[in-house]
């Protein structure tokens, strides 16, 4: 499969609650990114992370990646109605050109 | 950071006929990409356009069903043959950047 596997497949949270997900992946990788997409629509980029770096914020979001676990999370805090989506991890093997996506996770945010 | 056109955006066809979706870049480069999404699923690659060459095809794709045209380094199709309805689904192009990855807004498709 070219997937990686993401967990939780769907997550239903109240607004204001932190949310996780959790991707693992199977090759080494150079860097990993998450996307957002909602409803079908085009996928957003949210963040990156470099192989080399554990730990990266922006904003809301935190993003860790564990390499040696082959695994990475999405921290979303304090979270919003609007956040409701589908969020994907994409990771970029190393040695090739190809960006393989996980199965995603299906945010929804109750208000 | 690469800006990708996509059209159509969306489209409904008849089965057994062929839909032709274009992708255009706003910049050159060397390899672009095009995805399927079906419907509630992720991202499966379908095939990785060098220019100048025979596109790569993933497992589970093949030419006859998606061939696909890369005359320069700015511009892709992807052509869905013979289409059936289990054809329906968001195809999109992408390119890389660096080592980040860059998407048009799709083109949805439904074959009825």
């Known amino acids: 499969s070219q997937q990686g596997e993401e967990d939780p497949q769907a997550l239903s949270i109240q607004e204001g609650e932190n949310a996780t997900m959790n991707c693992s992946y199977k090759t080494s990788i150079n860097n990993l990114q998450w996307y957002r997409q909602n409803s079908g629509r085009g996928l957003v980029h949210l963040i990156l992370i470099r192989s080399n770096e554990r730990e990266k914020h922006s904003g809301r979001l935190r993003v860790t990646l564990d390499t040696s676990k082959k695994s990475s999370s999405l921290l979303i805090t304090a979270s919003r109605a609007a956040d409701t989506a589908s969020y994907f991890c994409a990771t970029a093997p190393t040695g090739g050109f190809k960006t393989i996506f996980g199965a995603g996770t299906r945010l929804f945010v109750k208000a | 950071s690469a800006v990708i056109s996509q059209k159509p955006s969306r489209d409904i066809c008849q089965r057994g006929t062929s839909l032709t979706i274009q992708c255009q870049v706003d910049?050159?480069?060397?390899?672009m990409f095009w995805y399927r999404q079906q419907p509630g699923q992720s991202l499966t690659l379908i095939a990785t356009a060098n220019q100048g060459s025979e596109a790569t095809y993933e497992s589970g794709f093949v030419i006859d069903k998606f061939p696909i045209s890369r005359p320069n380094l700015t511009f892709s199709t992807l052509t869905v043959s013979n289409m059936s309805p289990e054809d329906s689904s968001i195809y999109l192009c992408?390119?890389?950047?660096?080592?980040?990855?860059?998407f048009g807004q799709g083109t949805r498709l439904t074959v009825v």
């Open positions: 910049s050159q480069v060397t390899m």
């Open positions: 992408s390119v890389r950047e660096n080592t980040e990855a860059f």
